[in-house]
C-alpha cells in the first residue's frame, strides 16, 4: 500500500485557542480524524459550544479552561494531561498599527501571546512528549505567511510569525532523533471571524484579496486539512518546515 491515510484514532490532540476561529476548526477536524481533542481555551463558553460541535461529529473532547499566558495556570494543567501525542500551538492574535504609532502596550501584548506563550506551551508539551518515549509526537505551530514575507501595518505580528517559523526549524533539527516532528502550517487570510472584521475596512480587503494569485481568502477547512495531515503518521518523514496555504502569495 502506498497511501497514508489520516487515522488518528488513540491520539491525544492539545489545541490551545480552541474556542474560536482556527483552533475551533482544527478541534472539529481532529475529532473527525479520531483524535481526543483535548480543548483549551480562556473562555469557559465557547469550551462548551465546541463540545457540542464535536460531538456531532461523535468525537470525544476534554476540556480545560485556562490562560496560555498565566504560566503557572498552564503549567499545572498540562502537568496533569496523561497523554498528549498531537499539539495544535494555535492561540495567537494581532492588532494592526502603522509602525511609528505601535503602542508598547500592543507590541508587549502580541509577543506575549504569539510568541512567549506559545514557546511556553511547546516547551511544557515536549517534556511531557518525551516521558512516553514509545508514543513520540507531533507538534504544529500555527503561523502565516507573514511568518514568511512582510506587510504594511503588521510589523509587530510579522516578528512574532517570523520566531515561530525560527521555532519550527530549531525544535524540528533538534527533536527529529527523539520520534518528535515540528512543523507549522502558514496561511494566508481566512474567513474566521478575526478576519472578517479586518475585511470590513473594503479597502484592506481589495489589497489583500488582490495579493493572492487566486483571488480568495482561504476556509477555516483548508487549515484544519492540513494540520490533520501534519499530525497524522502520513506526514512521517515531514518535520522542520512549513506548509503554505496561501494560494499562491508569498510565491509572486
Known amino acids: ?10 491520539k491525544y490532540a492539545l489545541v490551545t485557542g480552541a474556542g474560536k476561529g482556527l483552533g475551533r476548526a482544527c478541534s472539529i477536524a481532529l475529532a473527525e480524524a479520531g483524535a481526543t481533542v483535548i480543548a483549551l481555551s480562556r473562555t469557559q463558553k465557547d469550551l462548551d459550544r465546541l463540545q457540542k460541535d464535536i460531538k456531532k461529529v461523535k468525537g470525544k473532547i476534554i476540556k480545560i479552561n485556562c490562560d496560555v499566558m498565566n504560566y503557572s495556570d498552564l503549567k499545572s494543567k498540562i502537568e496533569k494531561i496523561k497523554f498528549i501525542d498531537i499539539l495544535v500551538n494555535n492561540a495567537g492574535t494581532n492588532i494592526p498599527e502603522p509602525f511609528v504609532k505601535i503602542k508598547q502596550r500592543s507590541m508587549n501584548y502580541i509577543v506575549d501571546l504569539n510568541l512567549k506563550a506559545a514557546f511556553n506551551v511547546a516547551q511544557l508539551v515536549v517534556k511531557k512528549m518525551l516521558k512516553n518515549k514509545k508514543r513520540g509526537g ?7 505567511q507573514l511568518g514568511h514575507v512582510g506587510m ?22 533538534e527533536l527529529a532523533t527523539r520520534n518528535i516532528r515540528v512543523n507549522s502550517v502558514a496561511p494566508t487570510f481566512v474567513e474566521t471571524p478575526m478576519v472578517k472584521r479586518f475585511f470590513k475596512n473594503k479597502k484592506f480587503k481589495k489589497l489583500a484579496i488582490g495579493n493572492i494569485p487566486m483571488g480568495k481568502a482561504a ?6 486539512t492540513a494540520v490533520c495531515f ?10 522542520g518546515t512549513s506548509i503554505l496555504i496561501d494560494g499562491g502569495w508569498t510565491a509572486k
Not at 476556509?219 to 484544519?224: F, G, P
Open 1 to 10: 500500500m502506498y497511501l497514508k491515510k489520516i487515522n488518528l484514532k488513540k
Open 219 to 224: 476556509k477555516e477547512s483548508d487549515v484544519a
Open 138 to 144: 507531533s507538534i504544529i505551530n500555527m503561523s502565516s
Open 152 to 173: 504594511t501595518g503588521r510589523n509587530v505580528y510579522n516578528m512574532t510569525k517570523f520566531g515561530i517559523e525560527g521555532l519550527t526549524k530549531g525544535m524540528g533539527v
Open 230 to 239: 501534519l499530525a497524522s503518521d502520513a506526514a512521517a518523514m515531514i518535520t
